[in-house]
């Protein structure tokens, strides 16, 4: 059974971690206490649900849930740190926060610890999310236990809708840039200054010029997309801006 703690205490465990090449013990009242955060909780680092979808988005939503009341957002998996962090930074979600549950004594104490043995992934938590207020669980969204890795109910969408129905999401954002480009800088620069999440698609990383061509009709960069609209390059999204 997946167990629905809502009302009750998050387990108290240490978490081991790296940072700055150095083991860093963090306690979960470290993590908790004092302030609220929206937990989510996923079956591995680099797994295509975890990273295509789930993560993005909570990093995307990062700034709207913050104005809402939620002062830290952190990603659990059992996987060990180093894993964690080489996820992170090939995600580059700078918004989000990574805790290693690498022994499961947080997920099973959170009674999310499942088999994996059917995909050799061993003992592994079930994807959910949970909002957490000064250590007390005030919401669990846990997916259904149905086969496979269903991922319906645990969201940043759901978990931004239960703080605040009327909250706005920020709009899609995607810029085509290629390295060394100073104009690719001034349009990023401007987005940050906004304080606008954005997907980065980096020429000869993750696309060919041909892809460039035939998405925005042109062979410059930067080439700037918001909410499917074609806004162009850094002048043209300094004029969207003013």
């Keep these: 059974m997946l167990d629905n ?9 240490t978490f081991h971690t790296r940072a700055n090449d150095a083991w860093v013990d963090v306690t979960t009242d470290e993590i908790f206490k004092g302030k609220t955060v929206a937990v989510f909780a ?16 909570y990093n995307e939503l990062a700034g709207v ?33 990574v805790i290693p549950d690498g022994n499961g004594e947080f997920s099973a104490g959170m009674g999310m610890l499942v088999d994996k043995d059917d995909l050799g992934f061993g003992k592994r938590s079930w994807r959910y999310s949970m909002l957490v207020k000064d250590g007390i669980i005030d919401k669990m969204f846990i997916e ?6 269903p ?35 001034k349009a990023k620069a401007q987005l940050k200054e906004k304080g606008l999440v954005f997907e980065e698609i980096v020429l000869g990383k993750d696309a060919s010029s041909i ?5 925005s009709g042109r062979t410059t960069v930067p080439q700037v997309f918001i909410a499917g609209k074609h806004i162009g390059g850094s002048d043209e999204l300094a004029t969207y801006f003013a």
């Design 5 to 13: 703690k809502e009302g009750q205490s998050v387990p108290q465990v």
């Design 42 to 57: 996923l079956p591995g680092a680099f797994t295509p649900t975890c990273s295509s979808t789930h993560l993005p988005r």
């Design 65 to 97: 849930l913050k104005e809402n009341g939620v002062d830290e957002i952190v990603c659990i998996s059992v996987n060990d740190t180093f894993v964690m962090n080489a996820w992170l930074a090939d995600q580059e979600a700078e918004n989000i926060r």
């Design 144 to 149: 259904p236990n149905e086969p496979g890795d």
């Design 151 to 185: 991922f319906k109910v645990s969201d940043a969408d759901t978990m931004l809708n239960y703080i605040n129905a009327d909250a706005k999401a920020p709009e899609a954002i995607s810029v085509i840039t290629k390295p060394g480009c100073p104009f690719c800088a």
């Design 211 to 215: 892809t460039l061509k035939a998405i």
